[in-house]
């Protein structure tokens, strides 16, 4: 078995000036891309989950996919959550810890948004979600000296245990960056998987600071998607 992780950031319409902003995707093609997987036979699993199950510690349904947003908007709730409930599938949410609540303030050449704030992530938790890291300010952490490399890491899981009062078991590296001594970090950080933007899906014995996943976003119709997952399954994952 091998499970593919999709990673959305923004389900909403853009905002005029910015169709071609791949950090979107409209409310209406994010359901028809549900609609296109789950009448594939997919079933939507947590990255923990999917962490758990490498760890031999659980089981996953016949076709499982992780379905994931990076940076915490607020439309993860108002948008792909009410999307996601259709199927019963829970989602994984990558939040940057020292924003939310915020804006984000990382990118100011992307139209501004709210985040989601720690009452809406409490809920997401109690709601069956995952909620995992993207570091403590959305910084590039490879080419990061070992302090500041590790306040992005360790400050980041930190937070969002202390905030949340769960485990945070995952992290979701900006921009996909990392090198080798990233990964050793994550380790070190206590962090028990990573994500990266490899596109591959990940198999039983795929590295869990390595899992491979597929950045969605823009006018990317429902066959396209499963064009592309198609491509997943057929590239070999590496260590």
């Known amino acids: 078995m091998r499970v593919p992780i999709l990673c959305y950031h923004r389900i909403e319409t853009p905002p005029a000036g910015a169709a071609d902003d791949t950090n979107f995707v409209t409310p209406a093609l994010f359901a028809g891309h549900l609609a296109s997987l789950h009448g594939a036979g997919f079933t939507g699993v947590t990255v923990r989950d999917l962490l758990a199950w490498q760890r031999g510690e659980r089981l996953l349904p016949a076709k499982p ?6 940076d915490a908007y607020a439309s993860v709730v108002t948008h792909a959550v009410p999307a996601l409930d259709m199927y019963g ?6 939040a940057v810890s020292g924003y939310v609540g915020g804006r984000n303030v990382w990118d100011p050449n992307a139209p501004p948004a709210t985040l989601l704030d720690a009452t809406a992530l409490r809920g997401l938790l109690a709601a069956g979600h ?13 080419g990061l000296n070992e302090t500041d490399a590790m306040e992005e890491l360790s400050g980041a899981k930190h937070d969002l245990e202390q905030l949340l009062c769960v485990a ?5 590296f900006p921009y996909g960056s ?12 206590g962090y028990r998987g990573a994500l990266t933007l490899k596109r591959w899906a990940n198999g039983a014995r795929t590295n869990p600071f390595r899992l ?27 260590s």
Request: include cysteine; aromatic fraction near 8%.
């Open 65 to 70: 996919i992780a379905i994931t947003f990076d």
């Open 89 to 94: 599938w829970p989602c994984s949410v990558f």
């Open 130 to 142: 995952d909620i995992g890291a993207h570091t403590r300010h959305h910084r590039r952490v490879r």
């Open 168 to 172: 945070c078991d995952s992290v979701a």
């Open 178 to 189: 990392h090198d080798p001594d990233t990964l050793a970090r994550v380790q070190r950080a």
């Open 212 to 238: 491979g996943r597929m950045s969605v976003g823009g006018p990317l119709p429902p066959w396209g998607l499963r064009t592309k997952l198609t491509k997943m399954f057929l590239t070999p994952s590496f």
